[in-house]
């Protein structure tokens, strides 16, 4: 009879319509729910265990509350701000070509008409490196003597040759060219896939007007690109200020005279040179502020509908 009762209840359309859309919802919370757990256990947990870590102090298995004292260590670190420095400057370099040259690239790629698929899986090789092969290779491409294909190839045209990641001025550089090489593939196919999004409608009109490639990529390519320009924005920012195994193969970690110093190596350097993790932790906090706070500005003055 209770069985008969439920059926009878699920008759009524407006019941069934309630049970069909809780089943629903139920179903897609489930799969939302291993999502946010492998999130909160790899994600939130350890931000949130190394700001408690910046404020603390451990010796001999014994933890105390220090407040600001790690912090106040770690702006002492005699490679703090050359840190802060080459990171901003890896970042800066980076963004001037590692942002702009894959967009042009793709952009090319997209007007061709033959061996696209070719040329795709092309740009896309260096991304399939494991990048600590990779950039193995640019350590040897980088040697001062003549060893070094990229000595070799400066000499045979007549121009002088580079110390490389040995220079303090070319070191920043070094890193920027290593690193655009092996990520470039990426950022390529997913702006090409926004460009085979572009309606073709568009270009033929811009076309009837008279607009050329160069008018044609101002006022139709980047207009309709602008969201995935702007994310891609953010998103090599983020990735680029926490650069860490550029320098640590290409210059050895810290490089001539901290020229290859980053922030994140330097975490590496407190946490397992000098075992000191409350330090590498502040950092983090420090670094995790920085990249928040640019991250909440460039929403801010983004425009609403990106």
């Known amino acids: 009879m209770a069985g008969a009762g439920r059926v009878a209840g699920l008759d009524n359309p407006a019941r069934a319509a309630m049970w069909r859309k809780t089943v629903h919802n139920l179903t897609g919370h489930s799969f939302l729910a291993g999502a946010v757990v492998c999130f909160a256990v790899f994600s939130w947990y ?17 933890t105390t509350w220090v407040g600001w004292h790690n912090y106040e260590r770690v ?19 980076a963004l001037l070509i590692g ?18 698929g070719y040329l795709r899986a092309v740009v896309y090789l ?21 060893a070094g294909i990229f000595n070799y190839l400066l000499h045979a045209v007549h121009l002088p040759t580079s110390q490389w990641v040995q220079s303090t001025a ?30 073709g409608e568009l270009y033929e009109a811009a076309e009837l007007d008279g607009a050329g490639l160069l008018r044609r990529l101002w006022h139709v390519t980047v207009p309709q690109t602008r969201l995935i320009l702007s994310l891609m924005f953010l998103l090599q920012v983020v990735a680029t200020m926490q650069v860490f195994i550029e320098p640590l193969i290409l210059a050895g970690g810290a490089g001539v005279q901290d020229s290859a110093t980053s922030v994140v190596y330097l975490m590496y350097q407190h946490a397992f040179r000098q075992n000191d993790l409350n330090g590498a932790a502040a ?3 420090m670094l995790m502020v920085v990249l928040a706070g640019f991250s909440v500005a460039y929403a801010r003055l983004s425009p609403r509908q990106d």
């Not at 949130?48 to 014994?62: A, K």
């Not at 550089?173 to 090489?181: D, E, G, K, N």
């Open 170 to 199: 070319m070191t920043t550089p070094s890193l920027v060219i290593a690193s655009t090489w092996m990520n470039v593939g990426s950022s390529i196919l997913v702006y090409l896939a926004a460009l085979q999004n572009i309606p």
């Open 126 to 146: 260096p991304v399939m490196l494991p990048p600590a092969s990779a950039l193995l290779l640019f350590r040897y491409a980088y040697d001062p003597g003549d």
């Open 75 to 93: 702006w002492h670190d005699p490679s703090f701000f050359a840190a802060w420095r080459n990171t901003a400057m890896f970042t800066l370099l």
């Open 46 to 62: 350890p931000m949130v265990r190394e700001f408690i870590m910046s404020f603390q102090r451990t010796r001999r298995g014994v």
């Open 99 to 116: 942002y702009a040259l894959p967009f042009f690239i793709a952009v090319l790629l997209n007007e061709l008409r033959h061996a696209r």
């Open 283 to 285: 950092l983090g906090v």
